[in-house]
């Protein structure tokens, strides 16, 4: 029904930037939230940033804010990463999601179980 793809993952310094993308295609019309989860070897999957494609609103993980920015283009039904200042510990897989159901509170997009929708991941890796 929904496809999501991630691309622009890559090996970069720490300090360095990046710019991760996400189409979505299939019935996007439907969609009414997209994220951003990254999962290191060892670790729990974890939230990163998400935000909803009829207001704009946006979240992020205490871990990234400042740093992060995420973003979308409801034309294109792509949704954009954009991680300045990058430290060894944000290298890990990360997968865009996407979301077509609504939530009463934001609270709900920080959860994985609210997505039903993944990308086969994009691998970031940061180095000293």
């Known amino acids: 029904q929904v496809q999501v793809a991630e691309s622009g993952g890559g090996l970069v310094q720490a300090g360095d930037s990046l710019r991760l993308s996400c189409k979505s295609s299939?019935?996007?019309?439907?969609?009414?939230?997209t994220g951003w989860f990254r999962q290191a070897p060892g670790k729990e999957r974890e939230f990163v940033s998400a935000?909803?494609?009829?207001?704009?609103?946006?979240y992020y993980a205490d871990a990234v804010k400042g740093r992060f920015t995420i973003s979308r283009d409801n034309g294109n039904d792509m949704m954009y990463l954009q991680m300045n200042s990058l430290k060894p510990e944000d290298t890990a897989v990360y997968y865009c999601?996407?979301?077509?159901?609504?939530?009463?509170?934001?609270?709900?997009?920080?959860?994985?179980?609210?997505?039903?929708?993944w990308g086969q991941g994009t691998q970031v890796t940061v180095s000293s």
């Open positions: 299939g019935r996007t019309f439907t969609t009414y939230a």
């Open positions: 935000i909803t494609w009829r207001a704009g609103n946006t």
């Open positions: 999601a996407a979301s077509s159901l609504s939530y009463p509170s934001g609270n709900y997009y920080y959860a994985s179980k609210t997505y039903q929708y």
